[in-house]
C-alpha cells in the first residue's frame, strides 16, 4: 500500500494516551513510530503492527512475522497480548477503533486537508463515485478515488483489495493525496467499513446516500441492524454536510 514520502514520526507514548491503550512496558518514551500497518506484510522497520481479532484468526498470530520485519510495537487486544513477546504491547478494549483513531492522529488527519467526500448505499456507490470523480478531474482539480474496483492518485491507478481499505491504509492514501497536491478525495463507505470502524478518525466534507436494499445480511443480522450501520455516517462526528436520496424508503 502506498505512503507518504513525508516522514512521519511519533511518540509511541503520545499515541498510547490518544487511544486510551494500556501498556506493561516502560519502554514507550524512547520509542518512535515511523509507520502503521494491518498487515504483517506491509509492515515496514519502525512500524506499530495492529493486531486485530477476526473470525477465523486473531491478527496477534502474526506478530512474530511482523517483529520479524522491523516493527516496534504492537497494538492489540488483552487475548492478543498473551502470544506476543519482544516488543511493547498497547493493550486495547476496542483496538479496531483504535487503530483508527491512531492511523488519522499519525497522519495528521489528512481527509481534513482535502475536500473529502464518502458515498454509501447498497447499489450506485461505484457508479457515483466514479462520475464525481471525472467530473472534478475534467474541471481540473486534481482528484483521488477509493473505490470497489481501483484506488486513483492523479493518474495513478491501483488495483483494490475492498471497497474501503482498512484504517492504516486509508490514512496513508489520503496522505499520499495531500502530499501530491491533490484537491479532492471522492471514495465508497462500505456498511462493513463503518462497522469495522476503519472510518474511525475520519472525517468528510460531504457524506451521500444513494439507497437501500436487501444484501449482506450474512454480515448484518437484519434489515435494521444494516441500515443502522449506514445511518452512522451521517452524523457531525463523520461529516459536515449530507446528500440524501429521498426516494428511498430509508
Known sequence: ???PITNHHKKLSAL???VGAESISKELESIELSGIAQASNAVLPGDL?????GEKFHGAQFASDAIARGAVAV?????GAQDIKGVPVLISTNPRRAAGIASAWFYSEPMRD????????????????TLLHQIMTTAGRESGLIGTVETRIGVESIASKRTTP???DLQ??????RERHMRNLIMEVSSHAITLERIRGSHF?????TNLSQDHLDFHKDMEDYFGAKAKLFTFEYADLAVINLDNPY
Open 114 to 129: 482535502l475536500y473529502s467526500v464518502g458515498v454509501t448505499g447498497t447499489n450506485g456507490k461505484t457508479t457515483v463515485t
Open 16 to 18: 498510547c494516551a490518544i
Open 205 to 209: 466534507a460531504v457524506v451521500g446516500f
Open 166 to 168: 482498512e484504517s492504516s
Open 1 to 3: 500500500m502506498q505512503r
Open 172 to 177: 496513508a492514501l489520503s496522505a499520499v493525496m
Open 49 to 53: 503492527f495492529i493486531a486485530l481479532p
Open 75 to 79: 497494538l492489540t487486544d488483552s487475548q
